[in-house]
């Protein structure tokens, strides 16, 4: 599956990973910056947030409420098309996904 991450500065890094990992989980193991991942992926630190873009907005999971509440903990503006990465995972009804990149997570 395949993840393309736009950074705030204009760079672009695009991955392709195996089904059922994780935004949040790609971007740390491939070396992405833009994305910290503090709490290791259990919706509890906001430090993996990221803007997906609109045309993939259908295709993701529900927000849970676990996901709801630290959505409002982020450092950048949550808006409708924010996420934390490690509650977004590529596969299944999703083989390709594209966001930006806050500009800061701490
Ligand atoms: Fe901590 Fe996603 S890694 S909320």
Redesign the pocket.
Known sequence: AKITFNHAGGDVDVLEVEPGTSL?RAAVTNGVAG??????????????HVYVREEYLDALPEISDD?DE?LDCTVEERTDRSR????VTVGEGLDAVEVDLPESQV
């Open positions: 949040m994305i910290v991942g503090e709490c290791g992926g259990q919706a509890m630190c906001a430090t993996c996901e630290m934390l990465g490690c509650q």
